[in-house]
């Protein structure tokens, strides 16, 4: 029996059941396949977008700060100084620590017993000073608190 025949079969109020039905699980269809993720999609960005916002701000800052950093003056160092210069004598390091010439691009410092604060000291004069950064650093804390055992390859920059 065809779907036509079947309909005109049917007595007013079987047909008016069965529309009234039909239209019932169209709409829990369209309920259940749309509005559902919908709803879902909605409730998802709403928890989301506080924490998008949040981090837009914290990248517009990092942005700003970017844009004043590259607007200032690069700091030049004060010492041209070759690194062999510098390894032979023309800064001093830290106490405990010995700097060498690693190769002629590279300053090694290493120290079995040195004061942290005054490597640090010793660090932030190095790259202000001389124009020196560090490419690695291997530092391990002694059993004495304040001392470390260093290892410290620095390179021009």
Known sequence: MRAPDFWRARSPRERAVLATGAALIAVMLAAALVWLPLERARVRLEREVPELRAGLAALQRDAAEARRLRSMAPIAAQSAAPLATLAAGAVAAPPGARLVLADPGHLRLT??????????????????????????????????????????TLART
């Open 111 to 152: 120290g079995a017993d040195v004061g942290f604060t005054q490597l640090l000291e010793w660090l932030a004069s190095a790259v202000a000073n001389h124009g020196l950064r560090v490419e690695s650093a291997r530092i391990e804390a002694l059993a004495t608190p304040g001392r470390v055992r260093v290892d410290i």
